[in-house]
C-alpha cells in the first residue's frame, strides 16, 4: 500500500510565475493538510481539505490556493510566486475525526524561486 | 494562542550516549493532542508518537521514551543508547482536538537537530 506520494519531488520555478503542486494521500484517508517548511524552520500550516472543502486555513495570502479531488487527491498553488516561496511544501493525509492520530507525510516538494 | 518550544536547536551525542530533546507548549485548550516525529534528510516527516492531554503516562517503545508534564506544560523526548541512525531532526508538535469531526491543524516547533557521532 503506497503511503502518500508528492509530485514533483524538486521544482524551480522563476520568480512571477505559477506553481502547482499534487499530493495523493494514503489509501483511505480522506483528509489531506498542506505545510510549508522554509529552510532550518518547522513545518506551517497552509490549509485543510475534506470533501473537496477547504475546511481550515492557515495565515498564508489568497495567491496560496488548493483543490481536493472526488478521489481525495489535492493540489496546492501558488502564484505570483516571491523568492520566500521558496521551501520544502509537504502534504499530510489522515482519515477525518481520528485527531491526527494516522496522520502521514509525504516526501515533500522542494520549491526553489530564483 | 497555541505554542511549542524546542529550545535546544542542535545536540551532538556519541553512539551510546542517552539523550533528551525538550518540548514545551502553551494551549488553552483543555483537551489536545501533542507529538512527535522524525524528519530524516530525505525530508519525510516520521510519526513517533501521539499523546492525548487526558494521559500523562509516560510512555516506552523499545529505546525512545516519553515524559508527559500537564503540570509544567512539557513533553519530552529520551532516546536511550543512541545510535548514528538516530541522527536527524526532531520535531514537537501540538493540536486541539478534533473539531466537528475534522482534524485540527499541527503547530510545530522549531525542531531539534541531532547528530550521532560514531
Known amino acids: 500500500d503506497a503511503g502518500v506520494t508528492q509530485s514533483p519531488t524538486h521544482l524551480i520555478k522563476t520568480r512571477g510565475q505559477q506553481v502547482t503542486l499534487r499530493c495523493s494521500p494514503k489509501s483511505g484517508h480522506d483528509t489531506v493538510s498542506w505545510y510549508q517548511q522554509a529552510l532550518g524552520q518547522g513545518p506551517q500550516f497552509i490549509f485543510q481539505?475534506?470533501?473537496?472543502?477547504?475546511?481550515q486555513r492557515g495565515n498564508f495570502p489568497d495567491r496560496f490556493s488548493g483543490h481536493q479531488f472526488p478521489n481525495y487527491s489535492s493540489e496546492l498553488n501558488v502564484n505570483a510566486l516571491l523568492l520566500g516561496d521558496s521551501a520544502l511544501y509537504l502534504c499530510a493525509s489522515s482519515p477525518t475525526g481520528t485527531g491526527n492520530t494516522e496522520a502521514f507525510f509525504g516526501q515533500g516538494t522542494r520549491l526553489t524561486v530564483v | 494562542a497555541q505554542k511549542v518550544t524546542q529550545a535546544q536547536t542542535e545536540i551532538s551525542v556519541v553512539e551510546k550516549e542517552d539523550v533528551t530533546l525538550d518540548c514545551v507548549y502553551e494551549t488553552r485548550d483543555t483537551t489536545y493532542y501533542l507529538f512527535w516525529y522524525k524528519q530524516p534528510p530525505s525530508g519525510e516527516l516520521v510519526f513517533l508518537i501521539r499523546?492525548?492531554?487526558?494521559d500523562e503516562q509516560n510512555e516506552i517503545s523499545g529505546r525512545y521514551s516519553w515524559n508527559f508534564q500537564k503540570s509544567t506544560s512539557s513533553f519530552n523526548f529520551t532516546i536511550t543508547a543512541s545510535q548514528v541512525v538516530d541522527s536527524a531532526v526532531y520535531f514537537c508538535a501540538l493540536s486541539e482536538a478534533e473539531d466537528a469531526g475534522n482534524n485540527r491543524k499541527l503547530i510545530w516547533g522549531l525542531g531539534t537537530s541531532l547528530a550521532v557521532n560514531p
Open positions: 481539505y475534506y470533501e473537496e472543502e477547504e475546511r
Open positions: 499523546r492525548n492531554s487526558f
